[in-house]
């Protein structure tokens, strides 16, 4: 794979960091696949325009990102820096594409026939003990998806890699979520009733959804006859599902699969299964490392290492972006 040094790469003239390709693109900015020459390793690069549109969220954003970058299971944060025209994001680059790929590459071949319960639960595992150190931390992720969880490729199994903190909050700094917030299909039924919930409760519920489509490689609140001409009329039929908590349970699941997935995507929050709860149940303990079970007590006793931005220098760093600059040339250690 080449460098590339076109108009189009952001990263001309960046003294470490080269452009291999772009990742993605879409409403937020840019994804790059740049090589990092002071390590050669790959990275993620995720580049937001600069000006009005850098909000107090971005912030939020990085900041909830670098707090929970020790564990194994979360993409992690390298840096932040500004170009002339944008802000960047650097994160650690996974490899395998992301989860809804893998299930649809690997699904069965009858009609609700996802992927092997014993391979589901071999990623749910990971997925929970991600979500369990977040939440430890105080932080709920808001937008947990199957298209938000990457993987790499290494064996027996990939490595889940939960990313994307851009609707995250942590319960120690921010006010308690009112907002409604993620994806449609993910979204937990007191999002849709509440004026404030608890998002960390909510991320319980999208994480069900996530295992019940690695088990069917079909969405559990969906139905075939859904209008998806007209989003908001598909709407109107998900969110009452969504509400009541209607849904078939996977013919193929395990009783205790399926008793672990009632518990998850149950309406009423108070009601619901909690991480550490997860973590205990019957079916999620088959063939758990014991060590893995204890990972999160550890790796909270762990600093954020030392040479990684203070959160004063993202803060900073942040606030520069919001101007929107006028000269040509991009001033690589702005900010820094």
Request: charge should be neutral; charged fraction near 20%; glycine fraction near 6%.
């Amino acid at each position: 794979m080449q460098d590339s040094a076109a108009p189009s790469d952001l990263l001309a003239g960046h003294a470490r960091y080269r452009k291999l390709q772009d990742l993605n693109e879409g409403t937020f900015g840019v994804v790059m696949l740049a090589r990092d020459t002071a390590t050669n390793e790959q990275v993620a690069i995720k580049f937001l325009e600069r000006g009005a549109g850098i909000s107090r969220g971005v912030v939020r954003e990085v900041l909830n990102h670098r707090l929970c970058m020790a564990h194994p299971n979360i993409v992690q944060f390298r840096e932040i820096f500004l170009t002339h025209k944008h802000l960047a994001i650097v994160m650690e680059y996974a490899n395998g594409g992301d989860m809804f790929d893998y299930v649809i590459k690997n699904k069965g071949s009858g009609p609700g026939e996802g992927l092997p319960e014993d391979v589901a639960r071999g990623f749910f595992q990971q997925l929970i003990l991600a979500l369990d150190f977040c939440q430890k931390l105080g932080i709920a992720n808001r937008d947990i998806k199957l298209e938000n969880t990457l993987l790499n490729n290494s064996t027996p199994i990939p490595r889940v890699k939960l990313c994307d903190f851009g609707y995250s909050k942590n319960e120690f700094v921010d006010s308690r979520p009112k907002s409604v917030s993620g994806t449609p299909d993910y979204i937990a039924p007191e999002i849709l009733l509440n004026d404030h919930y608890d998002g960390k409760t909510a991320d319980i519920w999208s994480c069900g959804v996530m295992l019940y489509v690695m088990l069917t490689a079909v969405l559990p609140f969906a139905k075939r006859g859904d209008d998806r001409a007209n989003n908001l009329v598909r709407l109107q039929q998900l969110f009452p599902r969504i509400v009541a908590g209607q849904y078939q349970p996977p013919r193929r699941a395990s009783d205790v699969c399926r008793d672990l997935l009632k518990r998850m995507l149950t309406p009423d929050p108070n009601h619901r299964i909690t991480a550490p709860q997860i973590m205990q149940h019957p079916w999620f303990t088959v063939n758990m490392d014991p060590a893995m079970m204890e990972l999160n007590a550890q790796l909270l006793q762990r600093p954020v290492p030392p040479e990684v931005q203070t959160p004063e220098q993202i803060e900073a760093i942040v606030k520069q972006a919001r101007v929107a600059q006028t000269t040509m040339s991009p001033n690589w250690a702005e900010g820094l």
